[in-house]
């Protein structure tokens, strides 16, 4: 796609203006809605996997299609394993290989963190045992 994944678009607009972060979210929850009033989870939300385009040429606004359907399964299937990227994933995934619509929106509040605040979630923590230990403690 033309400007490429949420990840690297947020990187080249670090002072996007409010509006068009709440325009950028908004259009990636009602693409999350279709998948999820089919029955479908998607398992698979992170920043690489959400793709910027536009309404039409030079649109101010931008839109955010989702991307890599690769993991994406009927709500009701169970794995035998965990899916995703962390942070983005529920800690329910992590644990007990339990993916549901509600793990896609624990992803969607990591999503929004990084559109708000351009940062990854948990940005002050290096990615150790001990903080993969503290999330899964808190879920437990």
Not at 22 to 46: A, Q, T, Y
């Amino acid at each position: 796609m033309k400007n490429g994944n949420l990840r690297d678009f947020l990187n080249q607009n670090k002072s996007l203006p409010w509006i068009e972060r709440l325009w950028l979210l908004n259009s990636f929850i009602r693409g999350l809605k279709v998948i999820h009033d089919k029955g479908f989870v998607h398992r698979d939300l992170h920043p690489g996997n959400l793709m910027i385009t536009e309404a039409y040429s030079n649109s101010k606004y931008k839109f955010i299609r989702l991307g890599d359907l690769g993991l994406c399964r009927l709500a009701n299937e169970t794995s035998s394993e965990a899916f995703g990227v962390l942070p983005y994933i529920g800690p329910e995934v992590v644990i007990k290989y339990q993916c549901s619509q509600a793990s896609d929106i624990y992803s969607v509040g990591m999503i929004m963190w990084v559109i708000s605040t351009g940062k990854p979630p948990f940005a002050n923590y290096a990615y150790d045992l001990k903080l993969a230990f503290d999330i899964l403690m808190d879920f437990g």
